[in-house]
């Protein structure tokens, strides 16, 4: 591991440990996105982990930027989540950007000074992303005016700039689409109210509604044609960012039972002593190496043909881990596994959540099938053994 990695690694430990930990459980209750937190992870170098030095970023591969979610997501995985999304956006903008988007905004995105989110999912369509109304007009100056709505939008009303995927026509399909920042004072960008979830509550999240909403040619980060394409990259690494922070939350859950089961005294012994709790920590141990190997392969994966797949079986296989581990690090508290202080509630709903977010376990496994009868159709035929088919 290169020493700008361990560096970054570090300060990502730090920060969970001093910044998070300790404040999320204030954070959920009062609902208010932890924007000082947000800056010094900023200030720290979290908020532009893939974009160049140039504009202030740390300039790492994804395979070595997406290890700070495993970090982040010990603490919180909404958090890690909220900065991962932030991150994929300042990549695309810094990577994809006119120079003049470039020129205003790089540099505040990636000191975490602005926040960024991105906006493809709408009130009518999460999974099946091409179904979507949002559409811009492309004005004889160049401007493109907006009009639409999204829903499910992180960050909703805190963000600076939100990184919008619209189509350009009435025709169906997604050969029109592209994106476009929208900073988030443009006249006519407005939210709804917020959405009550049971957990996570200091992630704002709302619907976006976008009334004649005129942006610059400027801000156009994909253009008409690669909307949908380039979405589907920053999914791709949205996806294993989740799958890295879901191994942190296993972590953070698997030492907590272990911290608890060690002195709870039964049986002339003690909880940890039993072969039965030894065997359910155990399996969750194992299914996190496995985890971890396999995002960290999917991360050095992204950006080859082979990115999609991998990046659909870390999503698939790791968050339904982590859901397995909170419910059975909860489990070996017995009842003080549902007490607040230990967490553990809160890492089963987050697991849950993650499972959903950024495509769906179920959309996956869509992935995987696509790739799997892809390679059925390179194999030969099996020869059919005598006997069979012999009518
Ligand atoms: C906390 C949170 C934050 C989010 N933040 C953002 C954000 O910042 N920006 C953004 O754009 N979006 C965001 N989303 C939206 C998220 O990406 C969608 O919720 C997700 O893609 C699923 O879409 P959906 O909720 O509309 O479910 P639907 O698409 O309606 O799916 C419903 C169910 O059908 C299943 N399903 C769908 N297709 C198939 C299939 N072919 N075969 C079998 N089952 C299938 C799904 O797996 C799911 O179980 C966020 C969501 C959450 C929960």
Redesign the pocket.
């Given at each position: 591991m290169s020493t700008e990695i361990e560096k970054i690694l570090n300060v990502a430990r730090e920060h969970a440990a001093t910044e998070v930990a300790p404040n999320v459980d204030d954070w959920n209750q009062s609902g208010v996105w932890p924007r000082a937190a947000s800056d010094k992870a900023g200030a720290a170098g979290l908020t532009g982990l893939y974009a160049p030095k140039e504009y202030g970023g740390q300039g790492l591969s994804l395979g070595d930027g997406i290890r700070v979610y495993e970090e982040l997501g010990t603490a919180d995985g909404?958090y890690a989540?909220a900065l991962s999304?932030h991150n994929i956006c300042t990549f695309a903008g810094c990577g994809y950007g006119t120079e003049a988007f470039k020129e205003q905004w790089a540099r505040d995105l990636t000191s975490g000074r602005k926040l960024a989110?991105?906006?493809?999912?709408e009130p009518q369509?999460?999974?099946?992303a091409t179904n979507m109304y949002s559409r811009a007009v492309i004005n004889s100056d160049g401007t493109w005016t907006i009009n639409g709505a999204?829903?499910?939008?992180?960050?909703a009303g805190e963000a600076d700039i939100y990184f919008t995927v619209v189509k350009t026509t009435d025709q169906p399909g997604h050969q029109d689409m592209a994106m476009i920042a929208i900073p988030a004072d443009a006249p006519g960008l407005s939210f709804g109210p917020r959405y009550e979830?049971p957990s996570?509550n200091f992630?704002p999240?709302s619907e976006m509604y976008m009334k004649d909403v005129v942006v610059s040619e400027d801000n156009i980060i994909l253009p008409i044609g690669q909307g949908l394409q380039g979405s589907l990259m920053a999914i791709d690494i949205a996806r294993v960012s989740i799958a890295s922070g879901c191994c942190g939350l296993m972590q953070a859950a698997l030492d907590t039972a272990l911290s608890y089961s060690k002195n709870r005294k039964m049986f002339g012994g003690k909880n940890l002593d039993l072969d039965g709790i030894q065997w359910m920590l155990g399996d969750v141990a194992t299914e996190l190496e496995a985890s971890r190997l396999l995002y960290r392969a999917a991360a050095n994966a992204l950006g080859t043909p082979e990115g999609p797949v991998m990046a659909a079986h870390a999503k698939r296989f790791v968050p339904d881990a982590a859901v397995k581990a909170a419910n059975t690090c909860t489990q070996v508290l017995g009842g003080m596994g549902l007490l607040k202080p230990y967490g553990l509630d809160r890492l089963s709903r987050l697991s849950q959540?993650l499972r959903?977010?950024?495509?769906?376990?179920?959309?996956s496994?869509?992935v995987i099938g696509r790739s799997l009868a892809k390679r059925a159709k390179t194999l030969p035929d099996l020869p059919v053994p005598k006997g069979f088919g012999e009518t």
């Open positions: 909404a989540f999304m989110n991105f906006a493809l999912t369509s999460g999974s099946d999204k829903a499910w939008v992180s960050l979830t996570y992630l999240l959540m959903i977010v950024d495509g769906t376990t179920e959309i496994r869509v």
